[in-house]
């Protein structure tokens, strides 16, 4: 059902109705007098927001409706606005249009549509097809002492090979399997589950950190164990290209950065069956002294 407004909010432009975000260091300000509205956005890239206030943004966006209709709106400032059909929908325009600009006003980087998560500071990318577990991996993950960058877009810095955090809300498609059980916080919008970062079981991350692996992650439903194994960088060069969200923006169309990456670390292709075991399982190569791993999460008390 479409969100009913607020009666607390006027149908005025208020004094200060905007949110405000640094993202990949860019100033990012998302105007919304839509109270409800405004509190799921807050949730969503609550991590990324920011007290001050700029006299102009390098990315800005309107959310609103129009008098007496109770469909969601989307613009870029000065564009034409694109409709939602409910919140979810909403959610997803906009982390679509700001993924696009992104990667518009950092070509420097290389965005990889993967996870990440990283344990003592050393960061995996969790690359899959949509839909084939990176995300439900993660969250499994940041029960074993992982904390958190992002669970679908992993921007990498070539020069420095740190990947850049973009801690937006967790999304899941469906119930995450015992024992990592979802928190109170967790949003609910029909077609997705949102954890907000602050509701975490792992510490969301908020500078880059050096990137120490990739996963090719494979979810084989009913496999009775997780099958992991080390892959050839030309293997994970060809795998993490298919991945890359800007090839464009980078020499010899992006293959000359995918090889850098592949090459920098150790790559792996991982065949999930539970997701305690094969959490256990990524945990072992990340921290070799962990010995045989644990069979369940270590703790679900959040990070400093």
């Not at 975000?21 to 990012?28: A, E, P, Q, S, T």
């Not at 991996?137 to 973009?166: C, K, N």
Request: charged share 20%; proline share 8%.
């Amino acid at each position: 059902m479409p969100l009913e407004r607020d009666p607390g909010v006027a149908e005025v432009v208020l004094e200060d109705h905007s949110i405000r975000y640094l993202i990949l260091g860019l100033r990012v300000r998302i105007d919304c007098i839509d109270g409800p509205l405004r509190q799921l956005l807050t949730a969503n890239f609550g991590a990324m927001s920011v007290a001050q206030h700029w006299d102009s943004a390098d990315l800005h966006y309107e959310v609103f409706r129009r008098a007496k209709s109770p469909r969601l709106l989307l613009r870029r400032v000065g564009q034409s606005a694109l409709p939602a059909r409910n919140r979810c929908d909403l959610v997803y325009l906009l982390e679509k249009l700001l993924i696009l600009d992104l990667q518009t006003a950092r070509p420097d980087l290389l965005f990889i549509h993967a996870a990440a998560v990283a344990l003592n500071d050393r960061v995996c990318l969790l690359v899959a097809e949509s839909g084939g577990g990176k995300s439900t991996t993660a969250w499994g993950l940041l029960h074993h002492g992982f904390s958190y960058l992002s669970d679908e877009l992993s921007p990498i810095d070539l020069q420095a090979m740190r990947v850049l955090p973009y801690p937006h809300a967790l999304c899941l498609k469906a119930q995450p399997p015992s024992p990592y059980p979802l928190p109170e916080m967790a949003l609910d919008l029909g077609a997705t589950i949102h954890v907000p970062a602050s509701a975490l079981p792992g510490a969301a991350a908020s500078t880059a950190r050096p990137l120490a692996a990739l996963f090719f992650v494979r979810h084989v439903p009913g496999l009775a164990a997780p099958q992991l194994g080390r892959i050839s960088p030309g293997e994970a060069s060809a795998r993490l290209f298919v991945h890359t969200l800007n090839s464009l923006a980078h020499p010899n169309q992006g293959l000359d950065a995918t090889v850098r990456v592949a090459s920098h670390v150790p790559g792996f292709m991982i065949s999930t069956a539970s997701l305690s075991a094969s959490c256990d399982a990524i945990q072992r190569v990340m921290d070799p002294s962990n010995g045989r791993g644990t069979s369940g999460p270590k703790s679900t008390r959040r990070g400093g």
